[in-house]
């Protein structure tokens, strides 16, 4: 009986020893997985989809081929107690990579994100098709939809019936998955933030919609950045003597919305034909913004240069001579529209 217990002992302690031999073993060959890189250059996109546990985040990586063993990297996430850390979303792999490297994405939820550019200065319909030709895969029916229906527009914050000047110029990331509506409330915002954030001065009272409104002549009417402010100054100035701002490019806007054809070319009949985007024809601000300008313009359109300026005149090379008076206007008119043109 003795032999019989003394041979159980020892059948007990080789199979402790065994298996202890095999769990080192196999931590391992889990730590040497951990440490190994795996992948090349090429980009890895691997989707994992809300509700993945861990053996489901293992068998998508090991598949798509950002690690190497699918039972190994299950094991391994156990060991480190990632899984409820895991986040899901659309990621983009770019090795090699170690699978603590891979899986550190998924834990900040360093998503795969797609951009676009918005210029500065375009309207609502050129913008529209940027956003909808992006990798978003949105679609263009849908955000002019949005964009032109009230209640989503109140919802928004625009403080107008059109979206025209509130989609904010810049360059945006979205992740997979983002809707029309969250992107154009994200451009809304941003136009909204920046006003709100802009450097008043003392004695501006323009509200938000004819901050934007001024804003967007003021960038459509020079793409000199350190001219803005000045440009804004002249028709502060006009404003202020309750007078007519006659800039050309809300002719040219009324007449987009008159013939439903974009042209920079202005006739004497444009600028006779009456129009409420018509500064020609009316005084003050016009109902509303005619493209969406940027932050530079916006802070131009709130904080413009002190001057005694009332007239500028292009001067052909994308910035501006300014004066104080009519004669003065009328000589550098001359100098610069007429003769210029004449010797060219």
Known sequence: MKKVVIGLVVVLVLGAVGAAGAWYFFEQRITTFAATSVGNTAPIVV??????????????LAKAGVVSDEDLLYN??????????????EYEFVGPLTPPQAIDKLVRGDVKVYRFTVPEGLRWDEILPIVAQSDLALGLDKLKALATDASFLKRAGVPADRIEGFLFPDTYTFPKGATEEQVLRKMIDSTLDTVKKATRKSGVTLDVLQTVTLASIVEKE?????????ISCVF???????????????VIYAKMLRTGTYSKNITKDDLLTPHP????????LPPGPIASPGGAAI?????????????????????????????????????WQREYFRKK
Do not use: M
Not at 47 to 60: D, L
Not at 307 to 335: L, M, R
């Open 47 to 60: 989707e994992i989809p809300p509700g993945t546990n861990p053996r489901g985040v293992a068998t998508r």
């Open 76 to 89: 391994w996430l156990r060991r480190e107690k990632l899984g409820p850390k895991l986040k899901a979303g």
């Open 222 to 230: 020079t793409g000199a950045v350190e001219e803005r402010p000045r």
């Open 236 to 250: 502060h100035n006009r404003l202020k003597q309750g007078g007519k701002l006659e800039t050309d490019p809300t």
């Open 277 to 284: 985007y018509n500064t020609y024809k009316v005084k003050g």
């Open 299 to 335: 802070q131009a359109a709130l904080n413009p240069l002190d001057c005694t300026d009332f007239f500028f005149v292009s001067k052909n090379d994308g910035t501006h001579v300014f004066c104080p008076d009519y004669a003065c206007h009328e000589a550098q008119v001359e100098k």
